[in-house]
């Protein structure tokens, strides 16, 4: 054999070999798609379950149902029922902030965090979002694992809120007598107590929303008096805030 056979041999044994660990790669990438696709099936799963059954009645058999999968999937990714609600309230939590972060991001007076809350709160509504998160809410009393990822979803709000409500209150003569993380959980609990609340008393609920417009009214004014009037209010602030 010359040693330009020898040569093609190599390189046609080299080509071959090329080609093999390129369809290994593409069937090892086809797998991890598809074990992806199943995992976002059982997370969208449980908390289409979760919302539309209840706690009571979400299971690894009303999940893998509503997922459109083998029962036994759901171990096999998840570990547990627990596990899985807890992974599908992160990822529920995760899709609906990012749905929103553009609108939050410029949101530059408290009148439109407001305004963004009551349109946010229709269309959360319309989506069963509201049910599913009385639904976690209400489980999440009993389950830790469960009180710990509803928690961090809703940290994933306040965070967002924490935020806007440092853009709009810098240069304000209450910012520096205002607890801004403190105030972003408020803001969050309120908004999540009118959500559940309404479910029992329509109008009360929008009777809240009507009062925290006011609030922001008030606050706008508060910004718009002048340097006199801002400096008498921040003495006052001082004196008020002494122990």
Not at 157 to 185: C, M, N, Q
Not at 213 to 224: I, K, S, Y
Request: with cysteine; charged share 30%; aromatic share 4%.
């Amino acid at each position: 054999m010359s040693a330009d056979t020898g040569r093609q041999g190599v390189g046609q044994e080299s080509e071959r070999d090329t080609k093999q660990d390129a369809k290994r790669d593409t069937k090892q990438d086809v797998k991890r798609d598809t074990k992806q696709d199943t995992k976002v099936k059982l997370l969208e799963g449980a908390l289409r379950t979760l919302a539309e059954q209840g706690i009571a009645k979400t299971s690894a058999r009303s999940i893998a149902a509503t997922a459109g999968v083998n029962q036994a999937l759901v171990f096999y990714h998840f570990g547990s029922v627990d596990e899985l609600l807890a992974a599908a309230c992160r990822h529920g939590a995760e899709q609906r902030v990012a749905r929103y972060r553009n609108r939050l991001e410029g949101i530059d007076s408290l009148a439109e965090l407001l305004a963004f809350g009551r349109d946010m709160h229709v269309k959360e509504r319309e989506a069963g979002q509201v049910a599913f998160l009385g639904q976690l809410l209400a489980a999440a009393q009993t389950q830790p694992r469960l009180a710990l990822a509803t928690a961090a979803g809703l940290r994933l709000w306040t965070d967002e809120i924490e935020k806007v409500l440092g853009r709009v209150l810098e240069g304000s003569p209450v910012a520096e007598f205002t607890d801004t993380v403190g105030l972003a959980r408020a803001v969050s609990a309120s908004f999540v107590g009118i959500e559940l609340y309404e479910g029992v008393d329509e109008e009360g609920a929008a009777c809240a929303f009507d009062a925290l417009d006011q609030l922001a009214v008030l606050a706008a004014v508060f910004d718009e008096l002048g340097p006199l009037a801002q400096r008498a209010i921040r003495h006052r602030l001082r004196r008020t805030a002494r122990p």
